[in-house]
């Protein structure tokens, strides 16, 4: 393996692993959010106040994940050889969409805007599944791929 492939399979990997921490933290956020609005069933035993700043850590989290990731998937996408498979075309998409809405939200909710606060829930639940997608269209082909030495 040359030296420079060697480097595209470390960031991949690396890229791996801080995505999954990232859905970790979005699964997180998104129960937290979800039952402290009594959406779902209890799943924490959490007062709703703890369950909103287990919601803000866990969304501070994503979204420094998602700016790392963001980095080091604008340093893999410089490789063409990376850019053949129709899937990267597809999380790159999806990985622009969730940056939108994700500081979009982020925006949002600090300014305390109307229109926006009362949509905010399907908001979130939209940057989930965005984030689902960035995560099912990458991190596991990264880790997978580190594992059996494809990349």
Same mark, same amino acid.
């Given at each position: ?16 692993? %801080?995505? $999954?921490? &990232?859905?970790? *933290? ?10 402290? @609005? !009594? /959406? ?51 999380? %790159?998409? $999806?990985? &622009?969409?969730? *940056? ?10 600090? @300014? !305390? /805007? ?38």
């Amino acid at each position: 393996m040359t030296q420079e492939a060697e480097r595209v399979n470390t960031l991949l990997f690396v890229k791996g692993l %801080i995505g $999954l921490i &990232v859905f970790i *933290a979005a699964i997180g956020a998104l129960i937290t959010q979800l039952q402290s @609005r !009594k /959406l779902i069933p209890p799943i924490l035993r959490l007062k709703p106040a703890a369950l909103l700043h287990w919601h803000r850590w866990s969304g501070r989290v994503a979204l420094i994940g998602v700016v790392l990731d963001s980095v080091i998937c604008i340093e893999i996408g410089l490789y063409p050889v990376l850019r053949r498979d129709p899937r990267h075309v597809i999380h %790159i998409i $999806l990985g &622009v969409l969730l *940056a939108g809405f994700f500081l979009g939200k982020v925006w949002t909710v600090r @300014r !305390k /805007l109307k229109w926006g606060m009362k949509r905010i829930i399907p908001w979130g639940i939209g940057v989930f599944i965005l984030q689902a997608g960035v995560f099912l269209s990458a991190t596991l082909f990264a880790l997978w791929a580190r594992l059996v030495g494809l990349a």
